[in-house]
């Protein structure tokens, strides 16, 4: 059997760092983010008695590896799901993202929730979007929060019952725009993660997270923008503080990063503007502001010599029609 789905991919804006259990991929702490549109993964799964193995392609090129081994995770954790006879067969497995990877864009996160929602209707899986989160978790702990879309929180736990994704309810979406300062700066965000307890700034960030979380939630529930996007751009340093003082002294920031959270400063400082940075585990900016400021939100990351677009808030993972398959 065949599915399509497309999910979107998430800015983290109190994030999460580092794993206690690496397989199940379960995080030490909760952690809250928003989906952004229309940046998307699309992906197309097939179980089939015509395959000889299961096969993974992303962006035209065949998985190896440890890319491999994560993909064969999710599928795995939907087989084990399933009751359906064919997913014993083989699968081939298609993902195609409208956006650059491995660039602090949350790739990851977009292409786990594509996979996990296909998955789970190719796998004949009678279940909730909650659920699927729980699938794609064990690609990738932020995919969780990509299935569930637009402002999510994965919950902490120590099972599926517990670690899954929920939607925060807010109408925050129907005026944030987020303009991305793209800094083309490859990064490997795993490596991150399995080093991050070894840094001695992670008990501190530990601490605080649980009331940050507490806070962001409730700005989010209040539709308080500036209370939420600050607190968004202090967790960015929070969590960079942690992987800059880890064993291998992770710096992803560059020079054009540090170009963008100068000049956004100066538009809420200088010019009023409502503009927060934030980013990832990676060099690109997201810069959170109001419809209304957008395009003088973006021509100022542009003056910085980076690419820009605008982008929005992004929905759940959802199915495709057949006419969408990749293959």
Known sequence: MKATAMAHPIQGLVKYHGMRDDIERLPY????????????????VEFSMDYEEDVYVVDGEELEGRAYERVEAV????????DAAHT?????????????SNVGLGSSSSGFAAAAMALAEAAE???SHQEISTIARVGSASAARAVTGAFSQLYTGLNDED???RRIPTDLHEDLKIVVGLVPYHKETEDAHAEAADSHMFQARNAHI?????????????DDFDRAFELAERDSL???????TGPSGWIYWQ???????????????????PAYFSTDTGATVYVNTTEEYADRVEEAVADCGVSTTIWGVGGPARLLEDDEHLF
């Open 29 to 44: 702490h909760d952690s809250i983010s928003v989906c952004t549109a229309p940046s998307h993964t699309r992906t197309t």
């Open 75 to 82: 599928v795995e954790k939907a087989r084990s799901m399933s």
């Open 88 to 100: 014993v067969y083989p699968v081939r497995l298609e993902s195609e993202n409208s956006f650059p």
């Open 125 to 127: 899986l009678d279940v």
């Open 163 to 165: 670690c899954r994704s």
């Open 210 to 222: 649980h009331g940050q979380i507490a806070e962001m939630r409730d700005a989010l529930r209040n």
């Open 238 to 244: 929070s969590l960079a503080a942690t992987t800059m």
């Open 255 to 273: 020079p054009a990063t540090l170009a963008i959270f100068n000049r956004v400063r100066e538009l809420r400082e200088q010019e009023g503007i």
